[in-house]
């Protein structure tokens, strides 16, 4: 597993002036050079018609395999290897051997069951506010099902009856929003609504999520829909949770805290105004939680933040501040083995996606790792899943975790906090899960004023 950092022209001639050059870690096709401690882009690849277009990072399939940017990547590197190595070295930076976090097989049937506990107390009422009732029905058979899937991995020691409670108890359907029940409303995008009046509605006081038609139609059948409908339920246990004031997504006190844990971000900026907005949440060893807003520069936590802006999250336990920093650096796997095996692997052109072949070739696009570099921690962020259609749409980017002057180093207890598979679709999450609470309540803020101006 190496990290894309740079590469450099040969110094066999040292009367010729030679460069460093960079990958673009955003776009990776845009090559910046390096000049006077400035970064000078001297190529880059633009979408026609500045129209713009996703490009898979990575497809096991041959079909798909020449049209991804890994494919790319590796071509070039060949090219130049071949044609220009007298003049040109190409140089990765290797990571150090990395630490793999990964989920049992228990602590996914324990963390999958933990919905069912709201859901069981509040039912999902589904609103229909289109005249789609095709669509309105697959959405409720859908929902049926992934309530049920939920509430079947209770653990063992709970009653086995609660599973067949779900027929008549989680999911119902109504006209209107109903204040003790997880809302969720069927509408149409906002294209449909251009003319006519949106029916997308807010409320600040009772969890509400909206799904759009038009993502159900594009769904074929019931089963595509399932992660979409997944997320809705989270997003809406989410808001329950801000309502109720405690966490019942994760369970915290199985990480051992006893202090409460501080989460830090930016929510909102206003260049124009110079206003700025940031929000914490406060999580207690029980896992209650306390969230504020606020524009207070004279906050600790707050001055961190405003240090760099690759600085992303600041996090305090007792007197310890550790702050998350986002880097430059993305990983590449093995290309050579990739190619090799898409090449020569039959019948059909592609890899194997055995767990065991996927970790060697690659490493970097799977599970939670971490490394200790110069008393910092790094970690990057892969898949909970390998993809059922074997696509693979961006790079691992590296993120950085420091402790502040005079502080320790503790962000290693929080890392289960990253192997939650609720925030990102079939994904785990960038930052601490809990950043998606402070999101979520900085809307939550957005609605309560507009609804009391």
């Not at 590197?77 to 930076?93: A, H, P, V």
């Not at 830090?264 to 124009?272: G, R």
Request: net charge positive.
């Amino acid at each position: 597993m190496s990290i894309i950092k740079k590469f450099l022209t040969s110094k066999a001639d040292p009367g010729i002036k030679y460069y460093h050059f960079f990958w673009d870690n955003k776009t990776m096709f845009g090559l910046e050079r390096a000049e006077k401690g400035k970064y000078v882009n001297v190529h880059d690849i633009k979408a026609l018609d500045e129209k713009k277009s996703n490009i898979t990072f990575f497809s096991v399939k041959e079909p798909d395999y020449d049209r991804t940017k890994l494919f790319d990547l590796y071509d070039v590197l060949t090219k130049l290897k071949k044609k220009y190595s007298d003049i040109i070295r190409i140089s990765f930076q290797e990571l150090p051997e990395a630490n793999v976090i990964k989920r049992g097989s228990k602590d996914q049937a324990e963390e999958a069951s933990l919905p069912s506990s709201v859901l069981m107390e509040k039912p999902v009422n589904l609103i229909n506010k289109t005249e789609d009732k095709g669509s309105f029905q697959k959405l409720y058979e859908c929902l049926s099902e992934q309530t049920k899937n939920m509430i079947e991995k209770e653990p063992k020691s709970k009653p086995k009856n609660r599973a067949k409670e779900v027929h008549h108890l989680p999911i119902i359907c109504s006209e209107s929003i109903k204040p003790n029940a997880l809302n969720l409303c069927l509408i149409h995008d906002k294209d449909f609504y251009r003319k006519k009046e949106d029916a997308h509605t807010v409320d600040s006081e009772i969890p509400l999520q909206h799904i759009t038609v038009e993502t159900v139609r594009n769904c074929s059948n019931a089963q595509l829909l399932l992660p979409a409908a997944a997320k809705c339920i989270y997003d809406l246990i989410i808001k329950d949770d801000i309502q109720k004031k405690h966490i019942s997504l994760f369970d915290w006190k199985k990480l051992g805290f006893t202090v409460p844990v501080e989460f830090w971000m930016k929510v909102f900026e206003d260049k124009e105004k110079k206003i700025r907005k940031y929000g914490s949440v406060i999580i207690e060893s029980k896992g209650s939680i306390q969230f504020s807003l606020t524009g207070n520069e004279a906050e600790p936590a707050v001055q961190i933040l405003q240090m760099d802006k690759s600085y992303k999250t600041v996090i305090k336990k007792g007197k310890d501040y550790n702050v998350i920093q986002d880097t430059t650096l993305f990983t590449i796997p093995n290309l050579e083995e990739i190619y090799h095996q898409m090449e020569t692997v039959p019948p059909k052109k592609s890899i194997s996606r055995s767990r065991e072949n996927i970790e060697n070739v690659l490493p970097d696009i799977v599970d939670i790792r971490t490394w200790m570099e110069k008393g910092c921690l790094y970690y990057i962020v892969g898949n909970n899943s390998y993809g059922m259609d074997g696509k693979f749409l961006r790079a691992t980017p590296v993120r950085k975790v420091i402790a502040r002057p005079g502080s320790e180093l503790f962000f290693q207890e929080l890392l289960p906090t990253l192997a939650m598979p609720f925030v990102r679709n079939k994904r785990y999450t960038v930052y601490p899960f809990p950043l998606k609470y402070i999101r979520e309540y900085a809307v939550y803020c957005r609605v309560r004023d507009k609804n009391e101006k």
